[in-house]
């Protein structure tokens, strides 16, 4: 049998390691009057299931708070306060007009195909998606550092798809020159420039253009919304632990 005991306290901030140690057995006590009076140790079997009881209880918080630190550490790390998320509005072609709450973004990065549906939306005065706007997703507020195009794209000679992002649009339509960013897969934060641009008659970068990009050729399948974000607010609403601390009986 052993019995659960808390290790010596660590270092401020870190969590106790439980150790264990072997319980002595040893034959019930006879009934011994306290060294205060009054109060008597209880023997026998009801000694027994009295500890059992207690050991069963500490066991029960002791898991309770268990899963509750690992559940706060899986949170804090799915996206770490201060990162950046790339999503695109999930709607073609692209416009900068505020979206409605409900409308769905889609993460680019980190976290590839994730769906984000949009709870709030505060803007910066100019009445359309532009940096230091601010939006609500999953109960956080994000602060915008970056909006603009996302070109979807799809190399001609294997399928291979891109998610990209001009550094700085020029204002000419012709991106002969720009640098695009890599914005979602394994050459994520890769750059490269954009080596010459066959346009579908519009006169802009739009779906059906074709782009060489690192030597090879792109057909240009949509062109959506994009924007960066960065934690503005708290990075849990209460209503969640909320929810948590009543799951675990706190």
Known sequence: MVRVT???????GTASIPTARPLTSRAPCANVTCPQGGRQRPTG???DARGLSLLTAKK??????????TLAALIALAVPAGAQMYLELGIAPI??????????????????????PQEGYIDNGDGVVSVCDNIVIGGITYHIDWA??????????????????????????????EMWHVVAGPE????YPVESWEDNGDGEVSGCDIVIVAGRTWHIEEVRLDITITEAG???????????KSFFGF
């Not at 029960?60 to 630190?69: D, F, H, S």
């Open 6 to 12: 808390a290790s010596a306290s660590g270092p401020p």
């Open 45 to 47: 079997d009801r000694a």
């Open 60 to 69: 029960e918080v002791a898991m309770r708070n268990c899963v509750l630190l």
């Open 95 to 116: 416009r900068f007009d505020i979206p409605p709450n409900g409308s769905e973004w889609h993460e680019l990065h980190p976290n590839f195909c994730v769906v984000h």
């Open 148 to 177: 603009g195009p996302t070109y979807y794209m799809v190399d001609l000679s294997n399928g291979e798809p891109w998610f990209v992002e001009p550094e700085d649009p020029q204002t000419s339509g012709d991106p002969t020159g």
């Open 188 to 191: 994520f934060c890769t750059m």
């Open 234 to 244: 708290s990075p849990v609403q209460a209503s969640t632990w909320s929810k948590l």
